[in-house]
């Protein structure tokens, strides 16, 4: 796939204080990418100066083959942005609020009557687009928010902690909408500093702090960058005898170890679905009948502490 970002050496200084050091990275067409770490790592900073809202210190970034300080405007029309600040009229109706920004993007006429009623559509409130926005829950006017970003079709979607502050009924409508729009063709960079967010989400990861980008790859790629390990959980029978399987399965390459707790055999291993097939293979040969069997991954909340020494969300 073609990348639509690549950030070279980007960075950010106010006088002596360093907000980010210097970070690389791309991002290709269709992927959700996520930046994870704790409020101040440098997310916000970082989405400001892609947007072209703040001029970098240092460093450069292309989007769609545009510079973020050499062509910023051709960046703006490549880019949507969904910040943390909700940027509404709360007097205007959800169509009103969305014709505005719009004429702001240029639109007018059928084409932008056309496209506001589209948007509406992709944010799933269409049955309350003639309500104020002052009569909004926080979710649905997160989801106004968005809809703003959508309004021009951007090619890429960011996307600044828009959960921040909502209950979780809105926060699991906003986490589908992502899905959605992502389904649809958005490519989409997500900050966040709540891991299962990144989890659900995301098909790469960069784990930020103190401005620093420490990690970049897929949730297994970045459990086994730091050793994390894996566990495979077999659950059998009280007439089986679990310690002759675990004898035999601690003969296997990749199974770092092996034991059993009331029945149930834990297997460690850098990679449950590598092993499976010898796991069963192994119980089979012992006629020992496994009931059911769970895989246990560390999470990117694991990864966080090993690289930075310290919990996401302190």
Known sequence: ?????????????????????????????????????????????????????????????????????????????????????????????????????????????????????????QIGLVDKAKDRVKTYSGGMKRRVNIGVGLLHKPKLLFMDEPTVGIDPQSRRAILDTVKDLNQQGMTVLYTTHYMEEAEELSNRVGIIDHGELIAIGTQKELTQQVGETETLVLHISENEDPQALVNSLKGIKEVLEANVVNHEISVITPSAKDVLAQVVTKANERGIKINSIDIREPNLEAVFLHLTGRALRD
């Not at 990348?3 to 990275?25: C, E, H, P, R, T």
């Open 1 to 121: 796939m073609t990348n639509i970002l690549d950030v070279q050496n980007l960075a950010k200084n106010y006088g002596d204080f360093q907000a980010v050091k210097g970070i690389s990275f791309n991002i290709k067409e269709g992927e959700i990418f996520s930046l994870l770490g704790p409020n101040g790592a440098g997310k916000t900073t970082t989405i400001s100066m892609l947007s072209t809202l703040y001029a970098p210190t240092s460093g450069d970034a292309t989007i769609a083959g545009h510079s973020v300080t050499k062509d910023p405007m051709a960046v703006r029309n490549a880019i949507g942005v969904v910040p943390q600040d909700l940027a509404l009229y709360e007097d205007l109706t959800a169509r009103e609020n969305l014709t505005f920004w719009g004429q702001m993007y240029g639109l007018s006429g059928t084409a932008l009557k056309n496209r506001v009623e589209e948007v509406l559509g």
